[in-house]
């Protein structure tokens, strides 16, 4: 029964998770707009004189901008590599019966719990014989390792309830088979697909551990790793505004995404995980 | 079904080798199509985890690889007789424990208000999942400075004065707890709902009818048929939360006796290029993810067939 | 126990379209009322209006004598079986039946007593310590039924609760429900769209049509005296024939064939008017060969084609194919829609002898029993020919019939 004060208790409760979820980020874009000398003489919320001068710093410095350029190139081939062999993997868990399926399946799982930073010596080791150490495959290799049980998950629940029986049909239709695949399975599995790959970028792009331990230079260094490298060096100035702004700079495509596919990271997420 | 067959009765030979065939090919094209992603899977995870097992026997630095000898089982008899490492055992449990806890209860709540929400549902679903988006590392540099003494709004909005939260042990744990809780409350949430949209409505209406209270439905219907799904997302927070890492790097970098499991393994492998202590230190961490994901599986039952989706 | 009382009960929602339009209806204490009508009449709403699962717009629903429309429905008393029952999955069969008194926190002893009679009633007792998960649909439905008698609620509702067994299942609940309506004496009310269910459980039925009550009767009278179209064609299976008839004088002629009116009443009724149509059940036809003389007499013979023939055993069906003018077999066609059901062309379904000879395709000529028809406004759908004297009759009659199932059935309800 939904009366007056109920919903002006929804309201209010709407409101509040507004409140939490976006201030944090609206914080971020008020620093990034605060003059450098700001920090340290005006404290507050809002700008005490709004600024560009962080942005221009920002894509000024080499360090930033090689950064992005990395984070962006990395993160993209991981999740196309990431997607296309978690969808072969999805398939054959889906539709193949064959030996060890469930064991891929807890395998997947396992590497989802692993502690990370328990392989990142014995991979700073390796990578260094084998000289992936500071280069791009040396980061895409783990990202997609470790960005796969989250896919081939996404992806498995998501084929389990394609219905198949529709290529058949395409078939009897006067369809070849290769017509079949295009017409009718591409279109029923591509959303699950763009999700699992939304998911994928997602994780390549939180990274911190593995940017951080297995680069040394602005050669394949991500974006975030380079943030906390930037706050230690040690200028006149804070560097908080531009590492505010940097940020901004790299959540502005995350936002959209999100705001764009709401619907669909949340059903990528919620089919993976519980099956009632 | 088809894997051992007893040689074919003459009259049958045809259909059976015929679907033998079938089956061999189709296991054959299954294997093949996971090979790449177990390969890359196994890559990077099970040799360096074997390679870490092994110099974590040794006494080897990277600045000094000739001085590296075997010393047994004395890494860890250094790193377990250190008080610094059960400090961080500490820190890590109570960290882990506060934002697991937290999040469930909070995460429970904005599954609800998903599932409900009669007001600008998606708009609020959106705004849930904001966070979950944001790189780690930003939501970390946002709350330490909205926090810190230099930049911060808090102090001046709380009233605190110049309250410095970075310089003790529990107020800077709380920063880092909080925006731990800020982060990856969306994901519980998500799992959350995926749990709450199991339970048929029905079940609530009848509860209504048979007498219950709001609160009776919650506690006698809802939650107990959803299960699953808070084992599901408690565990998945614990390990998550026991591997904290990128927060406490950027809002402490571990001091004032902040250091976790995970930072300290990266302190002496990374920073200190102590690689087989550190090692030892890293296998001790997974060990203890180990650990935990048995209790879980085990003591509270969770059902990982539903996390696997293999019904 | 306590009768249910509603008074202009309206449920409007957000769209303005009112689901549920001033119903007043009386269930009076112990009786077993059965909501019937197609899909989409407000049948299922109105119940949750009485249960207060849905906020009632305007009107009052009275339960005894206490005013519910804004009480909860946790204090309302009532129980209810769901169609798809709705039992708790993470609680054995036992604790689903002590549900509402473990809400109610009753001491244990009592709880178990008084789950143990409910179970035995319904033959559960073997079953008490399963999950839900592990019953066969019949047990599951049971245990619904179970949770709801084992609080003495005053009122028992029912939303389609056989609607997810299979055929013979469902007959052998309709009979369990109808012993144990009788036999705890408490006042029911039962949502279905299945006349069969409608016809056997109730005491009373109750016709909705988009959300309006167009009929309150026992099944008798619905079946004998509808009160208009709707009720007509939707009681009874096959449903009731509607012909177009331009009257002339006393005869009315039909595109099966022109006969004579010989009831004087029902002549009266359709004096005066120029077209009108005729309701006539399958069963009022019979194959005019097997019928004697002194019987044809009483009724009116009429040569058609056959189209078709269904023969079942115990009797069969024969269709037959009739041209109509075109604005009343739009008319009729609505009312087909209406009714759930998507008849292509006017044709009349007749019921037939199971011996009849009759063959698909050629003619026959069939009697027609014109003292069961009844006369229909085309325009607003009014029965002209109901009689209120026989329908004051069967009220006596359906009262004697209730007094008497539930004498059959007396005995104590679990204490």
């Known amino acids: 029964m939904e009366t007056a004060r109920a919903k002006a208790m929804w309201i209010a409760v709407s409101l509040l998770i507004l409140v939490w979820t976006v201030f944090p980020i609206l914080w971020i874009v008020m620093l990034s707009f605060k003059r450098p000398g700001e920090i340290g003489n005006q404290r507050g919320f809002l700008p005490h004189t709004w600024t560009w001068e962080n942005y221009r710093t920002v894509f000024e410095t080499d360090l930033f901008t090689a950064a992005l350029v990395n984070s962006i190139g990395i993160s993209l081939i991981a999740t196309v590599v990431g997607v296309v062999f978690a969808t072969l993997v999805a398939y054959a868990i889906a539709r193949l019966e064959f030996p060890g399926k469930r064991l891929i399946l807890s395998f997947a799982l396992a590497i989802a719990m692993f502690p990370v930073v328990s392989l990142v010596g014995p991979l700073f080791d390796l990578w260094r014989d084998v000289g992936l150490y500071d280069t791009w495959p040396g980061l895409i290799i783990p990202y997609i390792s470790f960005a796969l049980p989250l896919a081939i998950w996404t992806l498995s629940a998501f084929f389990r309830e394609i219905p198949w029986e529709m290529e058949q049909a395409a078939q009897v239709d006067g369809a070849t088979t290769w017509q079949a695949f295009r017409k009718v399975i591409v279109p029923l599995a591509a959303p699950g697909v763009f999700t699992a790959a939304i998911l994928t970028f997602f994780f390549c792009w939180n990274d911190f551990v593995f940017g951080i331990s297995l680069t040394s230079t602005d050669r394949a260094r991500p974006v975030p790793a380079a943030l906390a490298f930037f706050t230690g060096e040690s200028q006149f100035e804070q560097p908080t505004t531009a590492i505010c702004a940097a940020a901004v700079v790299v959540t502005v495509p995350v936002v959209v995404i999100v705001l764009l596919f709401q619907r669909r990271i949340v059903a990528g997420l919620t089919s993976g995980a519980v099956k009632g | 079904m088809t894997a051992v067959q007893p040689a074919p009765v003459a009259g049958l030979r045809q259909g059976r080798a015929e679907r033998s065939d079938r089956s061999r090919a189709e296991r054959r094209l299954g294997l093949l199509l996971s090979a790449p992603a177990v390969a890359i899977m196994l890559l990077v995870t099970a040799y360096p985890l074997v390679n870490a097992v092994y110099l974590s026997m040794f006494s080897y630095r990277i600045t000094a690889p000739d001085d590296r000898r075997f010393v047994g089982f004395g890494n860890y008899t250094t790193v377990l007789g250190d008080a610094l490492f059960w400090q961080d055992v500490f820190t890590t449990f109570v960290v882990t424990v506060v934002t697991v806890a937290v999040e469930l209860v909070i995460g429970f709540g904005l599954a609800m208000v998903m599932h409900r929400a009669v007001f600008a549902r998606r708009t609020v679903r959106t705004a849930i999942l904001l966070p979950y988006g944001i790189v780690t590392v930003i939501s970390a540099f946002a709350w330490k400075y909205a926090f810190d003494l230099q930049s911060g709004f808090v102090d001046s909005w709380l009233g605190l004065g110049d309250r410095a939260w970075f310089s003790g042990r529990w107020s800077s744990l709380s920063v880092v707890v909080l925006s731990e809780i800020w982060k990856t409350t969306p994901f519980v949430s998500l799992l959350l709902l995926a749990g709450l949209a199991q339970v048929p409505g029905d079940l609530g209406e009848a509860a209504t009818v048979d007498g219950a209270t709001a609160w009776q439905r919650l506690w006698r219907v809802t939650i107990p048929n959803m299960k699953a799904a808070i084992m599901v997302a408690a565990l998945f927070r614990t390990l998550d939360a026991w591997r904290i890492f990128d927060n406490v790097y950027v809002m402490t970098s571990g001091q004032q006796r902040t250091e976790t499991l995970s930072f300290l393994a990266y302190r002496q492998t990374i920073t200190r290029t102590a690689i087989g202590l550190g090692d030892a230190v890293g296998v001790l961490l997974f060990l203890s993810v180990v650990l935990i994901a048995a209790v879980f599986i085990k003591g509270f039952r969770v059902d990982l067939s539903q996390v696997r989706g293999d019904r | ?415």
């Open chain 3, 1 to 415: 126990m306590a009768a249910i009382t509603m008074s202009n009960i309206v449920k409007r929602y957000g769209d303005g379209f009112p689901a549920v339009n001033d119903v007043s209806l009386d269930v009076r204490d112990g009786e077993f009322m059965i909501l019937v009508g197609p899909s989409g009449c407000g049948k299922s709403t109105l119940l949750r209006m009485i249960v207060g699962l849905e906020d009632i717009t305007s009107g009052e629903m009275r339960i005894g004598e206490r005013v519910v429309n804004t009480v909860a429905p946790q204090r309302r008393n009532l129980s209810m079986v769901f169609q798809n029952y709705a039992l708790y999955p993470h609680l054995t069969v036992f604790e689903n039946i002590a549900f509402p008194l473990r809400l109610a926190k009753r001491p244990d002893d009592e709880v178990r007593r008084r789950v143990t009679d409910t179970a035995g009633l319904l033959e559960l007792t073997d079953h008490l310590e399963r999950k839900p998960a592990n019953l066969s649909g019949g047990q599951r439905q049971r245990v619904a039924m179970g949770r709801a008698i084992v609080r003495q609620a005053d009122a028992f509702l029912f939303d389609e609760p056989l609607s997810n067994l299979d055929a013979k299942l469902r007959g052998q609940m309709r009979t369990e429900i109808a012993r144990l309506q009788r036999r705890l004496g408490v006042t029911t009310v039962y949502v279905t769209h299945d006349q069969t269910e409608a016809m056997t459980l109730g005491d009373r039925v109750a016709v909705l049509r988009k959300g309006v009550l167009q009929q309150v009767g026992s099944p008798r009278e619905l079946y004998e005296q509808p009160a208009n179209l709707f009720v007509a064609g939707f009681i009874g299976s096959p449903s009731m024939n509607f012909l177009p008839a331009s009257v002339e004088g006393t005869v009315l002629a039909t595109p099966l064939g022109r006969f004579e009116l010989r009831d004087e009443r029902k002549a009266a009724a359709a004096a005066g008017r120029r077209v009108v149509l005729v309701g006539l059940r399958p069963e009022s036809f019979e194959d005019a060969a097997l019928v004697g003389a002194a019987k044809r007499e009483r009724g009116a013979v009429v040569r058609v084609r056959v189209d078709v023939t269904e023969w079942l055993g115990n009797e069969q069906y024969a269709y037959v194919p009739y041209e109509a003018p075109e604005d009343l077999t739009a008319r009729l066609r609505e009312l087909s829609r209406e009714l759930d059901g998507d008849q292509m062309r006017t044709q009349a379904v007749v019921a037939l002898d199971a011996s009849s000879p009759i063959v698909a395709g050629e003619e026959a000529e069939l009697w027609i029993d014109t003292a069961g028809l009844h006369i229909f406004d085309p325009a607003t759908g009014a029965n002209l020919t109901r009689d209120e004297e026989r329908v004051a009759e069967l009220g006596r009659h359906s009262e004697r019939v209730r007094a008497a199932k539930r004498e059959a059935q007396r005995v104590g309800p679990p204490s």
